[in-house]
């Protein structure tokens, strides 16, 4: 029986040549060439000014909440269930994170959560669009504005998600993407800054150079200490295929989550939501059984695995973690992710597969 994987990238003769062409070609003078066109490329698709490329989505997020000079004393505001690399940047910058709770629906930031945890030391709200689903953006940035705060778009998972006509990630202060290999789109590791805000963009710029500013005559001279978090030229060039081919890899996961969304239909659970006037990119389709039914995600996790199938569990509540403190009022984070599960997504994924994965899961109830 054939392995299910939970996601993997979707390589074609594409990547393969502008990568072989990459490792063949671009040194000396042309060392930048692919990275230059795909900050560019990905710019021209999100809508934005301009695009750094970066070594990971964390890079791009610590890089940008350095720029805008948030550190020791300050206060970031973000959801408690999420990835560790929500988090790290805000750590590495000496700020303190704050998590609230997030919606039962999206699982993304409650609003009137972060209303209530604004106080004189908050700096940010990072919202973060969480396995493609959309934050709610309009009550957050309203948040933003009357309290003088910037609103950041992690959309790592969110590359094809729309909020009212405009991209993930171009919305906010800045915004941050994965192009991990588990994504939608993929450079290997790899991510990308974005913002429209040119100070930030130069400042960015400059830090992402170990802080080299543009322009600099003098060589090795740098103004302060700043990052390397670079992609490689070669990783670049894999991301300008992907870009090439971006409606073709987001239009595949949105078929898989509607073979999932029929498959899985009339049974006590919900899926990633999709709220009118937004599309969702649907990174990877997720169940979340309902309250009060009986259901052991372990027990699932076990079948998939006896039928050769990948599975994964719903992200942790930060505050869960050793190295956070608990936040049990956070009540729906800490309630979902013991009844949600991600289901495999990857992009050459069959009907048949679907179908397989949709029995397993039929099987619990």
């Known amino acids: 029986m054939n392995r299910i994987h939970y996601t993997k990238p979707s390589i074609t003769d594409l990547e393969v040549g502008y990568a072989t062409d990459a490792a063949r070609n671009g040194w000396g003078p042309d ?12 710019a021209q698709h999100l809508g934005v000014d301009h695009a750094i490329s970066t070594s990971s989505c964390t890079g791009a997020m610590h890089m940008g909440l350095a720029a805008l000079g948030i550190g020791e004393g300050d206060e970031v505001i973000l959801g408690d269930i999420n990835w560790i690399a929500s988090v790290a940047p805000v750590v590495h910058v000496g700020a303190t994170p704050v998590f609230v709770d997030v919606l039962p629906d999206s699982w993304c930031l409650d609003p009137d959560r ?21 934050a709610a953006l309009g009550q957050l940035q309203d948040i933003a504005d009357r309290h003088g705060l910037a609103l950041i778009e992690d959309a790592a998972e969110a590359l094809g998600s729309h909020w ?64 390397k978090y670079k992609m490689s030229n070669v990783s670049a060039a894999i991301g300008c295929a992907q870009i090439e081919r971006i409606e073709e890899l987001v239009a595949q996961k949105r078929w898989i989550f509607e073979q999932y969304a029929q498959g899985l239909d009339g049974l006590p659970l919900s899926m990633n939501p999709e709220p009118e006037g937004c599309v969702n990119g649907y990174w990877m389709p997720t169940i979340v059984i309902d309250e009060g039914m009986a259901f052991d995600r372990e027990a699932l996790l076990s079948a998939f695995a006896d039928d050769n199938i990948d599975g994964r569990v719903f992200f942790w509540p930060l505050s869960m973690l050793p190295m956070f403190d608990e936040r049990r009022d956070n009540a729906v984070s800490y309630g979902l992710f013991g009844r949600a599960v991600n289901l495999p997504s990857y992009h050459d994924i069959t009907g048949d597969d679907i179908a397989r994965v949709c029995d397993v899961v039929r099987a619990q109830f």
Not at 185 to 198: A, H, K, L, N, Q
Request: glycine share 12%.
């Open 31 to 42: 060392c930048y060439n692919y990275i230059h066109r795909l900050e560019h490329a990905f």
């Open 114 to 134: 972060v209303e209530a945890a604004v106080t004189s030391r908050t700096k940010a709200i990072v919202a973060v669009h969480l396995y493609g689903n959309l």
């Open 164 to 227: 009212h006509g405009q991209r993930a990630g171009s919305i906010g202060r800045f915004g941050t993407f994965s192009f991990h290999g588990t994504k939608t789109m993929t450079t290997g590791e790899g991510g990308m800054f974005v913002t429209s805000d040119p100070d930030l963009y130069e400042r960015v710029l400059t830090l992402s150079n170990h802080g080299r500013a543009r322009g600099q005559k003098r060589q090795f001279w740098a103004e302060e200490v700043g990052f």
